[in-house]
């Protein structure tokens, strides 16, 4: 059975970091891994994604030079580092991985970012 479970959210003061992990079970091979947040009232969207080899990356961006995407390829785990957060980047944050034939998402971990 594919599990795909999020971690490392919570609630953090503006200029803070914080650092969301995803792991996936019960899949062979994964292909590209990635990190979605939606915002309360509005639509899910793309943050971050890697390559299966963990090399090729893109970001959206609202957060390129502050949030930084890896992967640990032999353990099917992405990781996000959010750093100078700021407060429009409360959501809560989507895990997506694609294994084929199809993509799988997280539960999602909330982040927070108030003073």
């Known amino acids: 059975q594919v599990q795909v479970v999020e971690s490392g959210g919570g609630l953090v003061q503006p200029g803070g970091s914080l650092r969301l992990s995803c792991k996936a079970s019960g899949i062979n091979t994964v292909n590209k891994m990635s990190w979605y947040r939606q915002a309360p009232g509005k639509q899910r969207e793309l943050v971050a994604e890697?390559?299966?080899?963990?090399?090729?990356?893109d970001y959206a961006n609202s957060v390129k030079g502050r949030f930084t995407i890896s992967r640990d390829v032999g353990k099917n785990t992405v990781y996000l580092e959010m750093t100078n957060l700021k407060p429009e980047n409360t959501a809560v944050y989507y895990c997506?991985?694609?294994?084929?034939?199809?993509?799988?998402w997280g539960q999602g971990t909330e982040v927070t970012v108030t003073s």
């Open positions: 890697v390559g299966s080899g963990g090399d090729m990356k």
């Open positions: 997506n991985l694609f294994a084929r034939p199809q993509p799988y």
